[in-house]
């Protein structure tokens, strides 16, 4: 059984950062490409950012700049630093695992899912 777990949100004032954490089992977590989603009230999930396997990167133009993805496989483990957070920034943010190696915007193309944390960022 695969478990995604998030952690790390919270209320940070405009131009803070903070760093977003989900710890994975039940997968061989190398293996796959693993995504940052978020959903805003009344608005679609999207990607944020995704990882390959192999380390390559994708960034929304919104956050490019601003946040980094990464991944440590021998803990199992997805990280989302975001850094000079903006007030649109505010959201709850999913982690997620891909199908497949490669990385890909849709959200269907990722089969599990975390929980979610909460992201609010004050003006």
């Known amino acids: 059984q695969v478990q995604l777990l998030e952690s790390g949100g919270g209320l940070v004032q405009a131009g803070g950062s903070l760093r977003l954490s989900c710890a994975a089992s039940?997968?061989?977590?190398?293996?796959?490409?693993m995504g940052w989603f978020r959903q805003a009230p009344g608005k679609e999930r999207d990607l944020v950012a995704a990882?390959?396997?192999?380390?390559?990167?994708y960034y929304a133009n919104s956050v490019k700049g601003r946040f980094t993805i990464s991944r440590d496989n021998a803990k199992n483990t997805l990280y989302l630093q975001m850094n000079s957070l903006k007030p649109e920034d505010t959201a709850v943010y999913y982690c997620?695992?891909?199908?497949?190696?490669?990385?890909?915007?849709?959200?269907?193309?990722?089969?599990?899912w975390g929980q979610g944390t909460q992201v609010t960022v004050s003006s």
């Open positions: 039940g997968r061989t977590f190398s293996n796959y490409a």
């Open positions: 990882i390959s396997s192999g380390g390559n990167t």
């Open positions: 997620a695992t891909h199908r497949l190696r490669l990385v890909t915007t849709r959200p269907d193309d990722y089969d599990y």
